[in-house]
């Protein structure tokens, strides 16, 4: 089936959402034709670099610098139109950076898609969308079709992909209240969605469902994606709110015929291909005085053995000294190797408090990310500040630790300063 064809099929063929409520009044909840919102951010950093770590000898190979300076910028715009059953939604985001390295800048849409409200119960989509699947807060195993999140950020805005996707809704009576399926196809070529599953694009619809059902007042997801552009996959999620202050969430995935590229005997690269699971647990508690806590645990089952990424992390010292390792060195790196979170095994946990002392508009936080397998972690407090009409102020410093060997010993930052002022309009 070409890719225009199953396009078609999808949006004839496919379902979506929204249930009316007999009671509920339309008139008291217009939504307006267009709305539309932005912001515009200041960012300087001042890092200090740890120069006999192997983040630092693939980022300035052959310096001999100590601190570095970075100032970046960003613009944000996202709107929605609306025209009876129809709207369109878009966010824009430019970023500018000017570092060490030498500057650069980048525009693009986030997102970009108009929607259909078919009926009550169904809606189609189509166009570049950030999905948002899975209830993980730091990482989500089941976000197949999505960029992955940074755990250092994870509310930042992510670019999305072009798609078409369709739903459909409805409510019961019982145990099971409410379900829903959505159908999703992610195509790719050379052209379209190039880099969704990394390496050569080639032609793939790559067909996605979700099934949705609260069961018992539990959310739960479950999720399937077809061999493609990836490998195929199947994963599971739940969220389950135990009272009204703890929330508590889950996901497991399962990833078949995944290709990884390994280190091997003469450090060559070879490509392995096998199947593997991720999870993760966690929870969310709010206690009386608004402080927030969030813990995750991570099993990231297409990661690096501890014993994999310090020999990598080897072979890059080795290249220091001996030219003919800098390229396997730089191969593997980009490979998967230096990848964000590339190790097996993760905890994540972030304490906000608003308004400590009856500090009106400050909310401190610290975030905690540890690889609990050579037990190396970032430590990241930070204070926002928000009295200031439409204007937000953050001040953070992270702290990356561990031994040589290990993933934020090894990393080139070793502490970092950062502000960031951003306007809303």
């Known amino acids: 089936m070409s890719r225009i064809a199953a396009l078609s099929f999808l949006l004839l063929a496919g379902m979506s959402c929204a249930r009316a409520d007999e009671t509920f009044d339309p008139s008291a909840y217009d939504k307006k034709a267009f709305e539309w919102t932005g912001f515009v951010e200041a960012r300087p950093e001042r890092q200090w670099l740890?120069?006999?770590?192997?983040?630092?000898?693939?980022?300035?190979?052959?310096?001999?610098?100590?601190?570095?300076?970075?100032?970046?910028?960003?613009?944000?715009?996202?709107?929605?139109?609306?025209?009876?059953?129809?709207?369109?939604?878009?966010?824009?985001?430019?970023?500018?950076?000017?570092?060490?390295?030498?500057?650069?800048?980048?525009?693009?849409?986030?997102?970009?898609?108009?929607?259909?409200?078919?009926?009550?119960?169904?809606?189609?989509?189509?166009?570049?969308?950030?999905?948002?699947?899975g209830k993980g807060y730091a990482w989500s195993p089941v976000a197949f079709l999505e960029r992955p999140k940074d755990p250092t950020d994870p509310e930042l805005a992510r670019e999305g992909f072009l798609m078409a996707t369709a739903?459909?809704?409805?409510?019961?009576?019982?145990?099971?209240?409410?379900?829903?399926?959505?159908?999703?196809?992610?195509?790719?070529?050379?052209?379209?969605?190039?880099?969704?599953?990394g390496g050569t694009p080639v032609e793939h619809t790559n067909p996605a469902l979700k099934l949705y059902g609260l069961v018992y007042d539990t959310d739960i997801d479950l999720i399937w994606a077809a061999r493609g552009s990836r490998a195929p996959r199947f994963g599971v999620d739940f969220s389950r709110n135990l009272g009204s202050q703890l929330e508590v969430h889950g996901e497991w995935a399962r990833i078949a015929d995944a290709p990884r590229a390994v280190l091997a005997a003469g450090n060559t690269l070879q490509t392995q291909t096998r199947t593997y699971d991720s999870a993760l647990i966690g929870l969310r508690y709010l206690t009386e005085r608004d402080t927030t806590i969030i813990f995750e645990?991570?099993?990231?089952?297409?990661?690096?053995?501890?014993?994999?990424?310090?020999?990598?992390?080897?072979?890059?010292?080795?290249?220091?000294?001996?030219?003919?390792?800098?390229?396997?060195?730089?191969?593997?790196?980009?490979?998967?190797?230096?990848?964000?979170?590339?190790?097996?095994?993760?905890?994540?946990?972030?304490?906000?408090?608003?308004?400590?002392?009856?500090?009106?508009?400050?909310?401190?936080?610290?975030?905690?990310?540890?690889?609990?397998?050579?037990?190396?972690?970032?430590?990241?407090?930070?204070?926002?500040?928000?009295?200031?009409?439409?204007?937000?102020?953050?001040?953070?410093?992270?702290?990356?630790?561990?031994?040589?060997?290990?993933?934020?010993?090894?990393?080139?930052?070793?502490?970092?300063?950062?502000?960031?002022?951003?306007?809303?309009f």
Do not use: C
């Open 50 to 133: 740890r120069q006999d770590s192997a983040g630092y000898l693939l980022q300035y190979p052959g310096e001999t610098r100590r601190t570095a300076n970075r100032l970046g910028g960003a613009a944000e715009l996202s709107g929605v139109l609306r025209h009876r059953a129809l709207s369109f939604n878009f966010t824009g985001h430019a970023s500018w950076i000017d570092e060490p390295r030498g500057s650069d800048d980048d525009s693009r849409m986030y997102e970009a898609y108009a929607g259909w409200q078919v009926d009550e119960r169904t809606n189609l989509e189509i166009g570049k969308r950030a999905l948002r699947w």
């Open 297 to 424: 645990l991570y099993r990231n089952g297409g990661g690096y053995s501890t014993e994999e990424l310090s020999a990598f992390y080897d072979l890059v010292r080795a290249s220091a000294t001996n030219p003919a390792m800098s390229q396997p060195a730089s191969r593997a790196a980009t490979q998967g190797y230096n990848r964000p979170n590339a190790a097996q095994r993760y905890a994540y946990l972030r304490v906000s408090q608003k308004e400590p002392f009856d500090m009106l508009d400050f909310t401190p936080s610290v975030s905690l990310i540890a690889n609990t397998g050579d037990h190396s972690w970032s430590l990241i407090p930070e204070v926002l500040y928000t009295g200031i009409k439409n204007v937000e102020l953050r001040a953070r410093v992270a702290l990356n630790r561990g031994d040589v060997g290990s993933e934020y010993g090894e990393r080139a930052v070793r502490s970092r300063v950062e502000v960031r002022a951003r306007l809303y």
């Open 167 to 197: 739903a459909w809704v409805r409510s019961f009576e019982g145990p099971v209240k409410t379900l829903s399926l959505t159908a999703t196809i992610v195509p790719t070529s050379s052209s379209v969605n190039a880099d969704f599953g």
